[in-house]
Structures are given as structure tokens and as C-alpha cells.
């Protein structure tokens, strides 16, 4: 029986909806009045208005007021219709800016609406010199939409928007031009030649010192581990500093230099106890 009922149900809803009636306006008029409330201007619209052309383009002062009264009728029947969604759009073609105003209807289907440019809605969309065209939207569950266009809207400009003090900071900025450091020219060859000789300078001196050495007993103490590590200490901070000259950093050569300066000054120590303790041993 559920079963039964929701199918019937639906069938109903989809006889309503194919078979939906169409929304027209009974009586529409247009009324605008004065800043005295004296009437300038006011007509009725046919059915023809709305539907094959277009009445006189109704034009509004600075504190002019637009009235509109209708009642929405079912064209079927006659009979008054409350729609569940009733609109009025203003539109400008040159901007394509828009404004949805609702209307209130009564279920007889009157409706009046009121626009006075003394207090206009915010729902009114910015003016300019060419008119808001006006038409009335309807929805309804039983009935076909309808959108009905109504005539065109001459309103003041409107004011110039105010100047946020932010405003600036939004606006495209000039392209930045970034200047790059060139890349670090290497000093010339003599200069550089220089240095390395001034840098290897005390390695010359040793090998002289070891080569003039003529006691065979010396020269073979200089290759006993300890005095042999103390050397290649010294020639790993020698290599540190090649090498930082060449790739490292000086975060680089800080951590490393310090742990070959260490390395260092212990087996200088070591060095140095065992030539110490050579002397020692020969008195």
C-alpha cells in the first residue's frame, strides 16, 4: 500500500508539472511620484507591455519615487497565485552589473513595491548613463517560471565609491629590476703564484732542514710514528686550507680546521715527549 500511495504520488507531481499553469500580472501599473509626493507619472501596462514591446522608459529624479502594484494571476484560470519566489531585476548591458530586489506577495497574488531614490536599496546596482533594465522574476512548485520584462530604469548616476586608505596597496606594482653580483674574478697568475709559494715556503725550509741533516741517527728519527704523525698533521691543515681555497665554506673550514687542530697539538705533544725522551736516554 506504501508502495502504492508514493507511486501515486508521483504520478500526480509529474501530471502537475507537465501540465504546470502559466504565471501572468493582473493590473500592473506604474506610478512615480515627486519629492512632493505629487504624481509625475502613472500608467497601466498591458499584457502586450511585458510581452511584445516595451512601454516609455521611465526616468527618476535625485528624490523621485517608483511605485509598482500587480497581482499575479494563474493564465489559466484567472484566479490569484502566491508564488514562492517573487524578484525584481535591475540590470545594466554596459557593466553587467545586477541587483535582486524581493517582493513581497500576498496570497490573493497583490503585490506593490516602492523604490525611492531618496533611500535607495543597497540591492540597487551602480548607475550610470545608460538605463537599468527591469524585469519580475516568479517561481512557483505548480507553476511554469516566468520572467516578465517590464521597461527600463533612468536613475541618477551614482557616486563616485570612497577612496579606502588601503586602497594603493592593491594595485599592480612596477616590475622589480633585481642587479646580481657578478661573478668573483680570480686574481691573476703571478699574484696567485705568490701566495702558493709563500704558503709552501716553510715546507721548503723543512725538506732543506731534513736534507742538510748529516747525523744518520736524526734523519731517522724524523720517520719514528710520533714525529711521522706530528708531520702529516700538519700536512692535513695544510691541505684544509687548499681545499677551502678551492670549494669549502668557512662554516666548513671552522668545523674542520678545529678537529685537525686538535689532532695536532696531540701528537706534537706526542712528538715532543719522545724527542725528550730520546735526549734523556743519550745523557
Not at 498591458?46 to 500587480?70: E, H, N, S
Amino acid at each position: 500500500m506504501a508502495s502504492q500511495s508514493a507511486l501515486l504520488s508521483s504520478s500526480s507531481w509529474l501530471y502537475a508539472a507537465v501540465h504546470a499553469g502559466q504565471l501572468t500580472l493582473r493590473s500592473p501599473r506604474l506610478t512615480v511620484l515627486g519629492p512632493d509626493g505629487g504624481q509625475l507619472r502613472s500608467e497601466p501596462m498591458t499584457k502586450q507591455d511585458f510581452l511584445t514591446k516595451r512601454p516609455d522608459p521611465v526616468t527618476l529624479g535625485a528624490r523621485d519615487t517608483l511605485k509598482l502594484t500587480f497581482q499575479v494571476t494563474d493564465q489559466t484560470n484567472d484566479t490569484g497565485v502566491q508564488p514562492h519566489q517573487t524578484f525584481l531585476r535591475f540590470f545594466d548591458s554596459t557593466t553587467g552589473e545586477e541587483g535582486i530586489q524581493p517582493v513581497k506577495v500576498v496570497p490573493s497574488g497583490k503585490a506593490k513595491f516602492e523604490l525611492s531614490m531618496a533611500k535607495p536599496p543597497s540591492s540597487l546596482p551602480p548607475s550610470g548613463t545608460a538605463p537599468l533594465h527591469v524585469s519580475l522574476l516568479l517561481g512557483s512548485f505548480v507553476h511554469s517560471p516566468a520572467a516578465l520584462d517590464l521597461f527600463d530604469l533612468h536613475i541618477p548616476p551614482s557616486a563616485p565609491a570612497p577612496v579606502h586608505p588601503e586602497e594603493s596597496l592593491y594595485h599592480l606594482l612596477p616590475e622589480l629590476a633585481h642587479t646580481f653580483r657578478s661573478e668573483p674574478k680570480l686574481p691573476p697568475r703571478p699574484i696567485s703564484a705568490f701566495f702558493a709559494a709563500l704558503v709552501l715556503s716553510p715546507w721548503v725550509v723543512l725538506v732543506g732542514l731534513v736534507l742538510g741533516c748529516r747525523a744518520p741517527g736524526r734523519v731517522a728519527h724524523l720517520f719514528s710514528p710520533s714525529v711521522l704523525s706530528f708531520v702529516l698533521s700538519l700536512t692535513l691543515i695544510e691541505g684544509l686550507l687548499l681545499w677551502y681555497w678551492i670549494e669549502l665554506r668557512l662554516g666548513h673550514i671552522l668545523l674542520y680546521g678545529s678537529g685537525a687542530a686538535v689532532l695536532t697539538v696531540l701528537t706534537g705533544k706526542q712528538a715532543l715527549a719522545g724527542i725528550a725522551a730520546r735526549r734523556t736516554s743519550s745523557k
